[in-house]
């Protein structure tokens, strides 16, 4: 008897075959997950963002000219912008304005393309 080493046409196209279904199930929820992250970077960028007014407010208090409130940044005005010091990515578009009772209001923040809306304390980006 011949001793045969290597593989026959089918079992390679079964393999394949095998990959292929693989592929096509997996490559969805990867996807979905990559959306997932683009979407909490949004949302922890948004965060970043009403932590750095935080800051800049408060440091502004022990400055010679204070802040006085409510305080709007507006993050389309790079003057504005320039004010704060954030880690993350920055807002290109929309305002947030912190109230004299400690209070935010959010209106049409973009962040990396996902507008971010913040209601009862939590940021939603879509």
Known sequence: MKNKKGFTLIELLAVIVILAIIAVIATPIILGVID????????????????AIKSYYATSQISASPAA???????????????????GTVPTAGSVTLSAAGAFTVTGLTVNGYTCTYTSGAFSCS
């Open 69 to 87: 409130l409510p305080l709007t940044i507006n993050f389309a005005t790079p003057a504005d912008v320039a004010l704060l010091s954030m880690s």
């Open 36 to 51: 997932d992250a683009r979407t909490s970077a949004a949302e922890d960028s948004a965060y970043g963002a009403l932590d």
